[in-house]
Nanobody, 116 residues
Framework: QVRLVESGGGLVQPGGSLRLSCAAS????????MGWYRQAPGKQRELVAT???????AYIDSVKGRFTISRDNAKDTVYLQMNNLKPEDTAVYYC??????????WGQGTQVIVSS
């Protein structure tokens, strides 16, 4: 059974930082691309950051220079370090895993609220 479990969300003031974690089980983690989506109230889900099995990364423009995605294959965990958070970063953040021959798996989401 595949499980992706996110943690690390919460309430933070503008300019603050959070680190999201996503622990995977039931997959050969090192062979999967991993990433983070987010969905704000009333908006479509958007892809925030991805990290390939080989380690290359990609980000949406609005988070470049502020967010960093990383992975620890020894711990089957992917991280999203979020710095200089803005109110528009408020959303539910979802972890996902992808392998072309196995499809996508999703976590349950973790809420991030950026507010003073």
């Amino acid at each position: 059974q595949v499980r992706l479990v996110e943690s690390g969300g919460g309430l933070v003031q503008p300019g603050g930082s959070l680190r999201l974690s996503c622990a995977a089980s039931g997959i050969i983690f090192s062979t999967y691309a991993m990433g983070w989506y987010r969905q704000a109230p009333g908006k479509q889900r958007e892809l925030v950051a991805t990290i390939a099995s080989g380690g290359s990364t990609a980000y949406i423009d609005s988070v470049k220079g502020r967010f960093t995605i990383s992975r620890d294959n020894a711990k089957d965990t992917v991280y999203l370090q979020m710095n200089n958070l803005k109110p528009e970063d408020t959303a539910v953040y979802y972890c996902y895993s992808r392998r072309s021959d196995r499809g996508d798996y999703w976590g349950q989401g973790t809420q991030v609220i950026v507010s003073s």
